[in-house]
């Protein structure tokens, strides 16, 4: 049996009862702010005032930071591998011991960023959880961490630590800010603020909770929603230049951007599928066939819409 994996973490314990939040970062190697929020709780939140626990890991996936990837050596996404496996290769290993502190804790945030080859709107997104209790405490956790966008999208995405939290019946949100493999010390802030909201909204700190206003909120329990790799994928491999900024409302059939070959002979027109808002876009234009270039939230002016699960989806 291969070793067990134990993941660097710190709990703060408060004076008073209460839930256990589990806030972690890290998940992915190229990502950074959310390793900085998590060590700046340890430090800023104070056990006197605190009801409940906090249980805080800054870097999950510490073999894909060492190598200033997303992944480990073996390749494997941790955010697609979830729950794990304790005999399998590493990043099943860490994916097995994500879970367990999942399982343990009563509530997760899974800090992330787009990740050194995107940007990315910042938004705090959720399951749309067949659980109505659990659902409303997921919408009441993204709403408070004050992002502009708030983002419910299918609960049937498996391999994730959301979808541990959601067979566990724990409410879970995972937050993106920042990314372009840039270090945005105002992401950390806003981070930490939306950490605090969210102990405030339940109940282990005893503050109101700060509204911020929301641009957009979307909630799509259609298949497919949130999976932002299978919008858009690149048609060759080339250099690709969007025509488009990311927070742009596009229409259907719009260019968004152009992959060519080095001369600039052979030019493929990337075109919206969809119209929407520019949520998340490549920023490095170096790609191969088939990488995502591009996805749209589907909204396209400020305010709330929700889709159904459409009927002829299985
Ligand atoms: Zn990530």
């Given at each position: 049996m291969a070793e067990p994996i134990q993941l660097q973490s710190r709990t703060i314990t408060g004076h008073r009862p209460g839930p256990h939040l589990l806030v972690i970062g890290g998940v992915h190697g190229d990502e950074f702010e959310p390793m900085?929020?998590?060590?700046?709780?340890?430090?800023?939140?104070?056990a006197a005032k605190l009801s409940g626990r906090l249980t805080v890991i800054p870097c999950v996936n510490e073999p894909a930071f060492a190598r200033c990837q997303r992944t480990g050596e073996d390749?494997?996404?941790?955010?697609r591998v979830c729950p794990g496996d304790v005999n399998g290769s590493l990043t099943q290993r860490i994916a097995a011991a994500l879970a367990e502190h999942i399982r343990a804790a009563d509530a997760l945030i899974d800090l992330h960023t787009a990740?050194?080859?995107?940007?990315?709107l910042q938004l705090a997104g959720y399951s749309l959880h067949p659980?109505?209790?659990?659902?409303?405490?997921?919408?009441s956790m993204a709403r408070a961490f004050g992002l502009p966008v708030v983002w419910g999208t299918n609960a049937r995405f498996n391999g994730t630590s959301l979808s541990v939290a959601r067979d566990a019946l724990k409410p879970a949100i995972y937050v993106e800010n920042g990314g372009g493999a840039t270090f945005d010390p105002a992401g950390v802030e806003l981070n930490v603020f939306g950490c605090r909201q969210v102990l405030r909204s339940l109940g282990m700190l005893d503050e109101p909770v700060e509204s911020r206003p929301v641009r957009y909120f979307v909630e799509d329990d259609r298949d497919h929603s949130g999976h932002l790799q299978r919008q858009h994928p690149s048609p060759a491999a080339g250099f690709f230049v969007a025509t488009v900024a990311l927070g742009e409302v596009v229409t259907p059939g719009?260019?968004?951007?152009h992959v060519t070959d080095h001369l600039g002979d052979a030019c493929h027109e990337v075109v919206a599928a969809d119209a929407g808002v520019v949520n998340f876009l490549r920023i490095f234009p170096s790609v191969q066939a088939g990488d995502a270039l591009l996805a749209l939230l589907p909204i396209t002016s400020p305010g709330e819409v929700k889709?159904?699960?459409q009927k002829d989806e299985v």
């Open positions: 900085l929020t998590c060590r700046r709780l340890l430090r800023e939140i104070d390749n494997l996404d941790l955010a990740g050194h080859r995107y940007r990315m659980d109505a209790t659990v659902l409303e405490r997921q919408r719009q260019v968004i951007g889709y159904k699960r």
